[in-house]
């Protein structure tokens, strides 16, 4: 069967730009909305001014938008513009808002998924449906033919929350999806650093085969080994707080593949 051709690479890298500075005028927008600086209410400036506040295309300033939306940070009049929402306690990811009040470390986030993803891990092995197990092995391959960081993060967030809706525990997933903002921030962090590609660890593949195997000890080994990673390879990252270490990240990746368009 014929495949389509690898975009050129230019193309690859001005793609890669515009996922970067999706993420950082998101960051920078849901900051400002979830800290009240941006009170509930207020019209956001119209995409076009948006574009020339933060040197971006308007079609990134709109896939911003649609993520604040799916966030419900911002309700989207037609023809009125965008309004800041009212926000409540029943989004999950609300509660990533209390989190980095508290200004967590890369490690502490690390430290919080072991237990977490360890349990989750061990309860998918023995109850995941063939179905669910045919969406963890697709995440798995979405993350492989990935070729640019931010597609990576983001299958590879899928993966572990494919495995936390295997589980059958609704309040593990959802503890999960609480923390998904910031694990996705270090996965930005991961796919760009060749150190996480360190051999002999266990990766997505190794804990898919377990969980396939229906061997729930070796899942969660796999899983503990795969997360402690980063305790060895983050460096002086394991002790800044998770937000000041994606901000500097992603300026840093942004820099990086504006010097090669």
């Known amino acids: 069967m014929p495949t389509e051709p690898p975009a050129p690479m230019g193309q690859e890298l001005s793609r890669s730009y515009r996922g970067l500075l999706t993420e950082r005028i998101a960051r920078q927008l849901e900051h400002d909305i979830r800290s009240g600086d941006i009170k509930p209410g207020v ?9 020339v506040q933060f040197g971006a295309s308007r079609n990134v300033v709109r896939e911003v938008l649609r993520r604040l939306e799916a966030q419900h940070l911002i309700e989207v009049a ?8 009212e926000q409540s306690s029943r989004h999950a990811r609300h509660y990533d808002a209390l989190y980095r009040a508290g200004r967590p470390t890369v490690r502490q986030l690390i ?9 989750i891990v061990g309860l998918a092995t023995e109850r995941a449906t063939e179905a669910e197990l ?15 960081v931010v597609d990576k993060a983001h299958a590879d967030l899928e993966f572990h929350d494919a495995i936390a809706q295997a589980s ?26 060749p ?12 804990i898919y085969e377990a969980i396939a195997a ?4 070796r899942a969660r080994r796999y899983m503990r080994e795969h997360l402690t990673l980063g305790l060895r390879t983050y460096g002086a990252d394991l ?12 300026e840093t990746l942004l820099s990086q593949v504006s010097t090669r368009i």
């Open 78 to 85: 037609p023809g009125r513009g965008s309004f800041v929402r």
């Open 168 to 193: 059958g525990n609704p309040v593990l997933r959802i503890m999960l999806s609480s923390i998904s903002g910031m694990m996705f921030e270090m996965m930005l962090r991961s796919h760009s650093d």
């Open 214 to 217: 229906r061997d729930a000890e």
């Open 43 to 51: 019209k956001l400036p119209s995409e076009r001014e948006l574009a």
């Open 195 to 206: 150190s996480i590609g360190e051999p002999g660890v266990p990766h997505h593949a190794e």
């Open 111 to 119: 430290e919080a998924r072991i237990p977490l993803e360890v349990e």
């Open 134 to 148: 045919a969406v963890i092995e697709r995440a798995n391959v979405a993350l492989l033919k990935a070729t640019d």
């Open 239 to 250: 002790d800044v707080s998770v937000d000041a270490m994606a901000r500097q990240h992603i």
